[in-house]
């Protein structure tokens, strides 16, 4: 009777900032990968990052990616030989991660589009401390921390408008709105007069809403279209006077 092959598993190993060096160490994701070869190895045999190497060697063994965020592609990393040479040498069926995020949580659209490609044309399964992912499942994992990442990106970006909003007692954009000037010196806002008297006028022509100080021009205006104008003949308007 022949004995069925075994399939084919890398192991992926990654931390980002200091955080994770200190907390999710290459060191303990090793651990992980070797409290879980005992369920592991009688489906699996090692594909080694060097022909040759074993388990027992990490260094030659393992596709290793310390201080990597996952940011941008990098074809200097680990992750783009195993995931843009080896899957579509079809050398790989599947990859193990001591959690799903090592390799699934990229921020970068091209890496996520890249990851996303070989476990879908290759039907690579993430084997994980906790269990197996499907490749449908990593797929949606892919997906939804993407959305993710993208939707706190916004969040942290908005919060730094409003601090700064706070801070510099500017708009969150930097522009500063007509009608007014910052006085850096005081940190406080003082009215354009001119500019105010602009608005004023706007105001009168789109509303038909006398104000005073108009411009003979405007004042005219105003008083033969009390239903007010529209927005393009204020601005002829204001441009005229």
Request: hydrophobic fraction near 35%; aromatic fraction near 6%; charge should be neutral.
């Amino acid at each position: 009777m022949t004995t069925p092959r075994k399939k084919r598993l890398s192991v992926y190993l990654r931390t980002s900032g200091k955080t994770q060096e200190r907390e999710e160490t290459i060191e303990r994701q090793i651990l992980n990968f070797h409290r879980e070869w005992p369920r592991l190895k009688d489906t699996y045999e090692i594909v080694p990052r060097i022909m040759g190497a074993t388990i027992n060697d990490p260094e030659q063994c393992f596709f290793m990616d310390p201080g990597y965020n996952l940011e941008k592609w990098d074809e200097r990393r680990a992750v783009h030989d195993l995931i843009s040479v080896r899957v579509p040498l079809r050398q790989v069926d599947a990859i193990f991660l001591s959690e799903t995020d090592r390799l699934l949580r990229s921020r970068s659209d091209e890496l996520r589009g890249r990851i996303s490609d070989a476990i879908r044309r290759y039907n690579i399964v993430i084997e994980t401390k906790t269990g197996t992912v499907s490749p449908g499942l990593a797929l949606g994992l892919l997906s939804t921390i993407g959305a993710e990442d993208k939707k706190n990106i916004l969040l942290k970006t908005q919060e730094g408008k409003i601090t700064r909003a706070e801070r510099d007692n500017r708009p969150p954009s930097g522009k500063i709105p007509f009608g007014y000037k910052f006085i850096k010196r005081t940190g406080l806002w003082e009215v354009v007069e001119e500019e105010k008297h602009t608005i004023l006028c706007a105001a009168a022509l789109m509303t038909g809403i006398p104000v005073e100080g108009m411009p003979p021009e405007v004042a005219a205006l105003v008083q033969s279209h009390p239903e007010g104008l529209p927005d393009p003949d204020v601005v002829a308007a204001l441009n005229a006077a």
